[in-house]
């Protein structure tokens, strides 16, 4: 029932910046959070960052802290990640992510739901 709609992706060259966009329809999100992975050939989808839709709070990989920025309009339904200093091991399919938030687990696959299709980051050097 929930759709998620990532966009924003395409190619980029080192220390280059992109704004990823997440648009969520079909439900009105309440104590949710919305989360960022991402997924390399051959890798596991691994957390990038996270937002709680209500109150604003921010999550990141240790690794992509100070590089890596989320945050939400809530008033358009839609998550952006916006990248940094993009480096070519940041290439990737990201993907927007939804569940009932969790701090606990909030950078653990299983507590997200919903799924966006994936957008395609590449970053060459």
């Known amino acids: 029932q929930v759709q998620l709609v990532e966009s924003g992706g395409g190619l980029v060259q080192a220390g280059g910046s992109l704004r990823l966009s997440c648009a969520v329809s079909?439900?009105?999100?309440?104590?949710?959070?919305m989360g960022w992975f991402r997924q390399a050939p051959g890798k596991e989808r691994e957390f990038v960052a996270a937002?709680?839709?209500?109150?604003?709070?921010?999550y990141f990989a240790d690794s992509l802290k100070g590089r890596f920025t989320v945050s939400r309009d809530n008033a358009k339904n839609t998550v952006y990640l916006q990248m940094n200093s993009l480096k070519p091991e940041d290439t990737a399919v990201y993907y927007c992510?939804?569940?009932?938030?969790?701090?606990?687990?909030?950078?653990?696959?299983?507590?997200?739901?919903?799924w966006g299709q994936g957008t395609q980051v590449t970053v060459s050097s």
């Open positions: 992510a939804a569940g009932l938030i969790n701090i606990g687990a909030i950078r653990e696959r299983r507590m997200y739901d919903y």
């Open positions: 079909g439900r009105t999100f309440t104590s949710y959070s």
């Open positions: 937002i709680s839709w209500t109150i604003g709070t921010t």
